[in-house]
Nanobody, 121 residues
């Protein structure tokens, strides 16, 4: 059974930065593709970024390209989301998700509880 735990959310002013972390309790992290999603109040959950099992491939939503960077540390069973130049529209509940896959999947099997990000204007 996989458990995912996000941390690092908080309140930041527009233009500021936050770094989200997600730690996985998992038997084999090295072949586990990870993603970040977010859900703003009253909106559907949306894809933010993903990284494949060895970090060789990443993908981003157009809305965060050039501002957010996803990375992973397989030795720590962790994935990170560095968020720079934050905008009020980046506000939401950020989830990490995972799936055993060698490529970036379109659906994920495991989800964390989320961490809140609030961006003040």
């Amino acid at each position: 059974q996989v458990q995912l735990a996000e941390s690092g959310g908080g309140l930041v002013q527009a233009g500021g930065s936050l770094r989200l972390s997600c730690e996985a309790t998992i038997r084999t992290f090295a072949t586990y593709t990870m993603g970040w999603f977010r859900q703003a109040p009253g909106k559907e959950r949306e894809f933010v970024a993903a990284i494949n099992w060895n970090g060789g491939r990443t993908g981003y939503a157009d809305s965060v390209k050039g501002r957010f960077t996803i990375s992973r540390d397989n030795a720590k069973n962790a994935v990170y989301l560095q968020m720079n130049s934050l905008k009020p529209e980046d506000k939401g509940l950020y989830y990490c998700a995972g799936k055993y896959s060698l490529t970036i999947p379109t659906t994920y099997d495991d989800w964390g509880q989320g961490t809140h990000v609030t961006v003040s204007s």
